[in-house]
C-alpha cells in the first residue's frame, strides 16, 4: 500500500523562482535528494530535491512558473514502510526542536557579532569577506574570479562564482568598498566560512564615529549593534534616476524601456535604451531597488540629466547616501576599456580557424537565462565584460547580428564550423537509376577534401590569366639537359623548376604574395623565406610538398631535389614536415593537357599559380607571325588581402622573367 504525499517548495532565500527545466516526469521513480525541478534566480541556479523516494505521481509546475517557498511543488507515492521510516525521522525531529530555535538564534545573532567586529578600532577599515550559507554543499569549486586587488565594489556585486553538482552561483559584496587583498584562486574549493579576501570599507567616518561612543560593557555594545541594524533594515528611500553622461548627445531617442512600474531590479540592470546617431546603449540602474514611477516612455527625447523614472532602495550603511551614483567607478570601466580594443559579439574570423568550446562560459544565470529564451550557444559569444564576462549586451549583440545575416530557407540550414551557413545536400538514392558501386575515399582525400572545401568557402578567389612565351626558355632547358647527360649528372631540368625561381623572384618584387592573415583576421605576417609548394598527384590523391629557400638555390639542386620529393611523394613516404612551411604553391597539368584553370589557394598561402600545357602559337613581331611556345598561366589569390592590380603586376612579372631568365641576375 502506498501512501501519496506532497512535496513543497523549500526556502529558496527569495520569493518568485523561475522553473526551468522539468528533472523528471510523472511515473518515475525518484531517489531521496533526486532532482526533480531546476530553478533559476538572479544569482544563482539550483535544483530541488526530492525529500524521500518513491514514485512521482503528479508534477504541479510547469517550465516557466514562479514558485515560492511553501508552493506545492509534487506529488510522490511512497510505500508504508517508507513513511513509518519518514515519520520516525519526523518524531526524531521534533525532540531537539528547542535545540535548533537555540542555535538558529545564536546563527541570528552572528551576523551582528561578525559586524561589531568588523567595526573594531583594530579592523582599521578593512573587513573580512567570508563565503556565507551555501546549504549543505562543502567544498565547492570556485570557476572564476570576478574582481581584482584595487577594484571598487558596490554592494551586492559578484566577487566569485561558484560550481557544485547543482547549482552555479556568485558570492556577493556584503558592503561597497576596494578590494585589499584577494585570498582565493581558481579552481580552489571553498565552504561556508571560507576567507575570500579582505575589503576596505567605504564605511570608514560612520566607523570612527561609533569608535567616538565607546560602550561601558559588551551588553550595551550589542544593544547598540541590534538597534542600527534593525534602524537601517528598516529605513527605505526613493531616489530619483536620471540619464548619466552620454558624452556630447543631446535630444536621444528612447527606442525601448526595459522596466515597469513595481518591477524589482539589480544594480546595473538596464532601465531603457537609448540611440545616438553613433551608438545603442541601454542606461543601467544605479542601485538595486523597485520602481515604483516611470517618466519616460518609448520616443520621447533625453539628455544627460532628464529624470528617468521613481526607484524605491533600501537604506543602511552599506547604501550609499546620495540621490545619484557616483561617477567614479562608472567612468572608470569605460575609460579602461578605451585603451583596449573591443571584440566583436559575433563569431570570429574563418581565418583564426575553429573556436574551441570549453564548455566553461564566464555568464551570470540572469544571462544564461536570457541566452535560452533567445536560443543563443553562449560559447559563441564574446563577453565583453571584466574578465571577458558574457553580459546581456552582448547577447543583444549577438542575437542582432545573426538577425541580420543572411539565410537560406528555414529548416534547410546546417550550421557549420566557423561561422559558414551551407543548405544540406539532397539526399538520392542512386541505385534506382542503375546499378551502383560504392567505394571509400582514400586517405589524402579525407584529409585534403573538408580542407580544400574550407578554402574554397572561406577565401574570395579571384584567377588573374596570362600568356608566357617561353620558347628561348624551353631552348635553353633542353640544351642543359644535352650537357647534363653528357656529363652523367644524373638530373633532368624540367620546366617547373624555372617556373619556381621566376616565383621567387615575383615574391621579392611583390611581397604581399609572401604573407598570410593574422589569426584573428586583422593584420598580416609577413615572411622573409621563400618556401615553395609543389603539387604532386599521386596514385592516393593530391599532395604538396615543399621545397625550402628556393631563392638560394641553383638549378641544378633544385632539379635534385624536385626529383627526390617526387619519387618520395608517389611511394607515400612524405612527411608532415615535408608539407609544412610553405609561401606559395604551384599546380601544374602541364603534362597532362588544358588551356586554364582556376586552382585553390592553399591556406594559409594566400595566392596559388596554375600552369597548363604549353602550345605552339602564331604571334606577330611587328613584321609577320612566327610561331612562339606560349604557357598559360592562371594566378589565384585571395581578394582579401590582394588588390587586382597587384595580381596583374605580379603575374606580368612572372611572365616577363620566364621570358628572359636574365632578369633574375638584376
Not at 571577458?388 to 543572411?406: A, C, G, T
Not at 564550423?417 to 538520392?428: N, R, T
Not at 612562339?628 to 603575374?651: C, K, N, Q, T
Request: include cysteine; aromatic fraction near 4%.
Amino acid at each position: 500500500m502506498a501512501n501519496i504525499k506532497e512535496v513543497r517548495v523549500p526556502d529558496l532565500g527569495e520569493e518568485g523562482v523561475e522553473v526551468i527545466e522539468l528533472c523528471v516526469n510523472a511515473g518515475d521513480d525518484v531517489e531521496q535528494e533526486g532532482a526533480l525541478v531546476t530553478v533559476e534566480s538572479d544569482k544563482a541556479s539550483m535544483d530541488i530535491p526530492a525529500p524521500f523516494a518513491g514514485k512521482l505521481k503528479e508534477l504541479c509546475v510547469k517550465v516557466g512558473d514562479k514558485i515560492s517557498e511553501g508552493d506545492l511543488l509534487a506529488k510522490i507515492a511512497v510505500s508504508e514502510d517508507a513513511d513509518e521510516g519518514a515519520s520516525d525521522a519526523d518524531k526524531a525531529a521534533e525532540q531537539p526542536e528547542n535545540d535548533t530555535t537555540e542555535r538558529t538564534e545564536q546563527t541570528e545573532d552572528k551576523p551582528a557579532q561578525e559586524k561589531a567586529a568588523a567595526k573594531s578600532p583594530s579592523s582599521g577599515g578593512t573587513v573580512e569577506v567570508k563565503v556565507p550559507d551555501i546549504g549543505d554543499a562543502s567544498d565547492v569549486e570556485i570557476i572564476e574570479i570576478l574582481v581584482a586587488e584595487g577594484d571598487s565594489v558596490a554592494a551586492e556585486d559578484g566577487l566569485i562564482t561558484l560550481e557544485t553538482d547543482k547549482a552555479t552561483m556568485d558570492v556577493p559584496a556584503p558592503q561597497a568598498g576596494k578590494i585589499k587583498e584577494l585570498k582565493v584562486k581558481v579552481g580552489d574549493k571553498v565552504s561556508e566560512g571560507s576567507l575570500i579576501l579582505m575589503l576596505e570599507s567605504e564605511g570608514d567616518s560612520d566607523d570612527a564615529a561609533e569608535g567616538e561612543q565607546s560602550a561601558p560593557s559588551q551588553a550595551e555594545a550589542s544593544e547598540t549593534d541590534s538597534s542600527d541594524s534593525s534602524a537601517s533594515s528598516g529605513a527605505e528611500k526613493e531616489i530619483e534616476v536620471t540619464v548619466p553622461d552620454i558624452g556630447d548627445a543631446s535630444d536621444v531617442d528612447i527606442i525601448e524601456v526595459l522596466v515597469a512600474e513595481g518591477d524589482t531590479i539589480n544594480a546595473e540592470d538596464g532601465l531603457i535604451t537609448l540611440e545616438t546617431d553613433k551608438a545603442t546603449m541601454d542606461v543601467p540602474a544605479p542601485q538595486a531597488g523597485t520602481v515604483t514611477k516611470l517618466m519616460v516612455k518609448q520616443g520621447d527625447k533625453v539628455s544627460q540629466g532628464s529624470a528617468i523614472l521613481m526607484l524605491k532602495v533600501a537604506g543602511g550603511d552599506t547604501t550609499p547616501t546620495t540621490d545619484k551614483p557616483q561617477p567614479t567607478p562608472d567612468k572608470a570601466e569605460p575609460a579602461q576599456d578605451a585603451g583596449r580594443p573591443k571584440p566583436p559579439p559575433v563569431p570570429h574570423h574563418p581565418s583564426a580557424g575553429e573556436k574551441p568550446k570549453t564548455g566553461k562560459v564566464h555568464a551570470s544565470p540572469s544571462v544564461r537565462r536570457l541566452a535560452r529564451e533567445f536560443g543563443v550557444d553562449l560559447t559563441q559569444v564574446s563577453g565583453n565584460g571584466p574578465k571577458n564576462r558574457i553580459l546581456k549586451e552582448d547577447v543583444q549583440s549577438y542575437v542582432k547580428y545573426e538577425l541580420s545575416r543572411p539565410k537560406a530557407t528555414a529548416g534547410a540550414v546546417a550550421q557549420g564550423e566557423g561561422g559558414l551557413q551551407v543548405i544540406a545536400p539532397p539526399k538520392v538514392d542512386f541505385s534506382k537509376f542503375g546499378e551502383v558501386e560504392e567505394k571509400p575515399l582514400t586517405r589524402i582525400q579525407k584529409i585534403s577534401g573538408p580542407n580544400l572545401h574550407r578554402n574554397w568557402v572561406t577565401i574570395p578567389h579571384v584567377t588573374q590569366f596570362e600568356e608566357a612565351d617561353i620558347t628561348d626558355l624551353e631552348a635553353f632547358r633542353k640544351d642543359q639537359n644535352a650537357v647534363a647527360e653528357k656529363r652523367k649528372l644524373g638530373i633532368k631540368i624540367t620546366p617547373l623548376v624555372f617556373m619556381m625561381k621566376a616565383v621567387a623572384d615575383a615574391l621579392k618584387a611583390y611581397p604581399v604574395f609572401n604573407t598570410s592573415l593574422s589569426a584573428d583576421g586583422e593584420s598580416l605576417i609577413q615572411k622573409k623565406y621563400y618556401h615553395i609548394g609543389i603539387a604532386v598527384d599521386t596514385p592516393g590523391g593530391l599532395v604538396v610538398p615543399v621545397v625550402r629557400d628556393v631563392d638560394q638555390k641553383g638549378i641544378h639542386e633544385l632539379s635534385k631535389e624536385l626529383m627526390e620529393i617526387s619519387i618520395k611523394a608517389r611511394d607515400g613516404k612524405l612527411k608532415a614536415a615535408d608539407m609544412q612551411g610553405s609561401c606559395f604553391t604551384i599546380s601544374s597539368l602541364g603534362g597532362i593537357g588544358g588551356t586554364a584553370f582556376t586552382p585553390i589557394v592553399n591556406a594559409p598561402d594566400v595566392a596559388i599559380l596554375g600552369v597548363s600545357k604549353s602550345d605552339m602559337k602564331p604571334k606577330w613581331n611587328g613584321k609577320e607571325f612566327e610561331p612562339r611556345l606560349m604557357l598559360p598561366l592562371s594566378l589565384s589569390y585571395d581578394h582579401r588581402v590582394i588588390d587586382g592590380a597587384v595580381a596583374a603586376r605580379f603575374a606580368v612579372h612572372l611572365k616577363q622573367v620566364l621570358e628572359d631568365l636574365r632578369q633574375i641576375l638584376l
